[in-house]
């Protein structure tokens, strides 16, 4: 069983920045892929950056060079930074996981996810 516990949102003012962490306190050595995705109210699931293991990172078009994924396979954690944050930005954040090896950030191709972290960006 793989647990994934994401922390770090919270509310800022737009410009500001945040890290979000994702630790993975249950897990397979073999994990794969990791990303993060973001969610407002009635709207489909998005990822916005994926990993593997070995340094290849994925992004969504739109947070292309603003979001940044990195990962310390050690600490089993994962990290995103948003600086610059717009009030677009706000969402429920969450972390996924996988076996499979390559980046990715289709939700269905995720087997496990974390419960999520709230960023609120107010103008």
């Known amino acids: 069983r793989v647990i994934l516990e994401e922390t770090g949102g919270r509310s800022v003012q737009a410009g500001g920045s945040l890290r979000l962490i994702c630790a993975v306190r249950?897990?397979?050595?073999?994990?794969?892929?990791m990303a993060w995705f973001r969610q407002t109210p009635g709207k489909e699931r998005e990822g916005v950056a994926g990993?593997?293991?070995?340094?290849?990172?994925l992004y969504l078009d739109s947070v292309k060079g603003r979001f940044t994924i990195s990962r310390d396979n050690i600490q089993n954690t994962i990290y995103l930074d948003i600086p610059n944050l717009k009030v677009e930005d706000t969402a429920m954040y969450y972390c996924?996981?996988?076996?499979?090896?390559?980046?990715?950030?289709?939700?269905?191709?995720?087997?496990?996810w974390g419960q999520g972290t709230q960023v609120t960006v107010s103008s």
């Open positions: 990993c593997d293991r070995f340094g290849r990172t």
């Open positions: 996924a996981a996988d076996l499979g090896r390559d980046p990715e950030i289709d939700a269905s191709k995720f087997s496990y």
């Open positions: 249950s897990y397979d050595n073999s994990l794969g892929r």
